[in-house]
């Protein structure tokens, strides 16, 4: 079947070279499905891999790593009964909670997960700094009482009614969780290699997608703000003594683009000296007035004109990220361009979203450079 579908797409090119479009159309519509053939085929491939009279006892079944089965299945290999029923039933907890159907493909291990979550710590990201809400459901709410709206308690005697004072301005805040995913093409040969330099491999490239999925999340929803012009440090200055409330001042930082960094790291005060310093618990973080300046890449967060972004404030108060904590990965080496280029196709999913909780306690500032 793939020589037939190589073979096919050959002549379709040779005939789109010639200029036959219309036959070039003709062997489309086979080619298609052939191709539907070959997909319907890889989808199967679990079924074929499961070796039915291997049978092991019940006890010796919860003594099965489920890291070593994830590999096995994501190698191709053959499994044992008892690893394809451990596989299934992570997969049917996944569909069961995500909507992921039977296309949702395998979980990624928890460790590896947890080495993801753990390599991020140590980087200048903003999902550092952001407050993120473990879920187990597709969708919710959240009610909450943003900070400037937030009442004091009101004073009574003892043997009184509690007092009713003033109604809080509670916010009901909903979420749906989102599928987010990307395509990972990895050769063959590393296929085949130890399974320790390809999850390795596998873990590179999930910890730089996730830091550009996040990213690109937050800094999506910071800039719903409306923009306010900053001239000098003055300005910055003004924002985080008077415009944010001081309670959101303590946990405020500085998030600009490179553009906006450079800017910052020229300025000096009347003495010639840097107003950018490194922070003296963590000499790789810089500081303005004691709070951390985070920079994004241009290409993720571009100066418009001379106009450089400079969002201030308290970014875990601003928003929440719903996260799902569930990876899943699916390869295929026959879907796609995958078969004829001798490779795997990797399909990785991500779960969650993210939701504005409190507009009030960022200021998005545009700052000329």
Known sequence: MFEKLNTKKAEIEALIDEGK???????????????????????????DRIDIPDDLPKDK????????????????????????????????????????????????????QTAIKELKRDLPILENYMNIEPVSTLSGSRVVEKYADIIPFVAFAEGDDVPGASTPQFVNVPYTITDKGGILPVPNNLM?????????????????????????MIV??????????????????????????????????????????????????????????????NAKVKVIEGKPVVTISNKQLPTVATKAPLFM?????????????????????????AFSKNRTDVRAIVRDTIEIIDADAVVYGELTV
Do not use: C, H
């Open 21 to 47: 479009v219309k036959e070039a159309k003709d062997l489309l519509v086979e080619y298609e499905a052939l191709k539907e053939q070959a997909e319907l085929k890889n989808k199967l491939e679990l079924e």
């Open 61 to 112: 079944k919860d003594k099965i790593e489920y890291n070593d089965i994830f590999i096995k299945a994501f190698k191709g290999k053959k499994l044992s009964t008892a690893e394809a029923e451990v596989l299934e039933q992570y997969k049917a907890a996944l569909s069961s909670t995500t909507g992921a159907g039977e296309d949702g493909g395998y979980i990624i291990p928890q460790d590896i």
């Open 192 to 216: 085949s290699d130890t399974d320790q330099n390809l999850m390795a491999y596998l873990k590179k490239w999930l910890l730089r997608k996730s830091i550009t999925t996040r990213n690109s």
């Open 220 to 281: 999506t929803k910071l800039k719903t703000l409306v923009p306010v012009a900053i001239a000098d440090f003055d300005d910055i200055k003004e924002v985080l003594n008077v415009t944010l409330d001081p309670m959101l001042a303590a946990g405020a930082i500085i998030i600009t683009n490179q553009d906006g960094y450079n800017y910052l790291d020229t300025l000096r005060d009347a003495d010639g000296n840097y107003i950018l310093k490194a922070d003296v618990t």
């Open 313 to 337: 404030g308290d970014i875990k108060e601003f928003a929440t990220i719903f996260d799902r904590e569930q990876m899943s990965i699916l390869a295929t080496n026959i879907g796609g361009t």
